[in-house]
C-alpha cells in the first residue's frame, strides 16, 4: 500500500466521518466544527490531485472565511442543543432512507461503465499551480473573473440592505 | 488510484448533504448541507480535471491541461461565498422577525 493510498483512505474516513458527525450532532456549534474537519480532508485530497491552489483557497475561504461566518451567526442567536427544533422521529428515519437511496442509485448507475477505469496517474503536474493558474485566469478567464467581482459587490450590497434593522 | 474511488466518495458526501438537507429542522445546518453539497461536487471536478491532465500527458508530456476545471471550481466557490453572505443575511432577518429559524414555522407563503 503506497503512501498515496494511505492517505486517501485516511482523509476518505475524516471527511465522511466529519460530514456524518455535523449531520447527526445535536449543538450547531458542533455542526460547524465538524463541517470544518471535512473542508481539512477535502483540501488534503486537493493536495493529492495537484490542486495545491485550490487547496490553500479551500482553507482560507471555506474553513476560514465561511465557517467564521456560521459560527458568529449561530453565537448571535445563542442558539445551543436545547432549542433545537423538536422534529418527528419517522421524518429522520425517511431522510436518512431518502438519502441512502440516493447514494445507491448513483452507485450502481456508475459501478457498471467501462470508462471509469480510467487511472489517476500519480506525477508532478504543474496545472494546480498558482502561476498556471493565473496565467489562464487572467488571459482567457478574465471577463468571468471581472463579472464575479460585480457579483461579490452586489452580494454584499443585498446582504447590507437585507440586514439593515428598520425599514 | 482509480478514479471510482473519487466518484463514489464525492456521491457519499452528496448523499450525506442530501440526508441532512431533509432530516435537519434548524435553517442554519439545512444552509451547512448545502455547503457540504457543493464541496463534493467541487471534489469530484478536481478529480476529473486530474484525470484529463493525466491522459493528456500520456499524449503529449509537455502539455499543461486540467487548468480549467480546477478554475471552474474557483469560481464555484466565488459564488458560494456571495450565496453564504445573502443566505446568512436572510436568516438573520428571519431568525429577527419570527424568533426562530426552525424551518417548520416557514410556511408562511401557504396561506
Known amino acids: ?167 | 488510484m482509480p478514479i471510482n474511488y473519487y466518484i463514489i466518495l464525492a456521491v457519499a458526501l452528496f448523499s450525506i448533504g442530501v440526508a441532512g438537507v431533509l432530516t435537519r429542522r434548524n435553517a442554519i445546518i439545512i444552509f451547512m448541507c448545502v455547503e457540504l453539497m457543493l464541496n463534493a461536487v467541487n471534489l469530484l471536478l478536481v478529480a476529473f480535471s486530474k484525470m484529463h491532465a493525466a491522459n493528456a500527458m500520456a499524449v503529449n508530456p509537455s502539455a499543461i491541461v486540467g487548468t480549467e476545471a480546477q478554475l471552474f471550481v474557483f469560481f464555484i466557490m466565488v459564488v458560494a461565498a456571495a450565496e453564504v453572505s445573502v443566505g446568512l443575511a436572510i436568516i438573520v432577518m428571519m431568525y429577527r422577525n419570527i424568533h426562530s429559524v426552525d424551518v417548520n414555522f416557514l410556511n408562511r407563503l401557504k396561506h
Open chain 1, 1 to 167: 500500500m503506497s503512501i498515496t493510498e494511505i492517505l486517501f483512505w485516511f482523509l476518505s474516513a475524516l471527511a465522511l466521518g466529519g460530514a456524518l458527525m455535523m449531520v447527526t450532532s445535536k449543538n450547531p456549534v458542533y455542526s460547524v466544527l465538524w463541517l470544518v474537519v471535512v473542508f481539512f480532508a477535502i483540501s488534503g485530497h486537493y493536495i493529492l490531485l495537484n490542486a495545491q491552489f485550490l487547496a490553500v483557497v479551500n482553507i482560507i475561504v471555506y474553513a476560514g472565511a465561511i465557517m467564521v461566518l456560521f459560527l458568529f451567526v449561530i453565537m448571535l442567536m445563542n442558539m445551543n442543543a436545547d432549542n433545537e427544533p423538536q422534529k418527528n422521529k419517522w421524518l429522520k428515519i425517511a431522510g436518512a432512507v431518502a438519502g441512502g437511496s440516493l447514494m445507491l442509485v448513483f452507485v450502481a448507475a456508475l459501478r457498471q461503465t467501462e470508462t471509469l477505469q480510467a487511472q489517476l496517474v500519480n506525477m508532478g503536474g504543474e496545472a494546480g499551480l498558482i502561476k498556471t493558474l493565473g496565467k489562464t485566469l487572467f488571459t482567457d478567464y478574465v471577463l468571468p473573473f471581472e463579472i464575479s467581482s460585480v457579483l461579490f459587490l452586489s452580494a454584499m450590497v443585498g446582504a447590507v440592505v437585507i440586514g439593515k434593522k428598520g425599514d
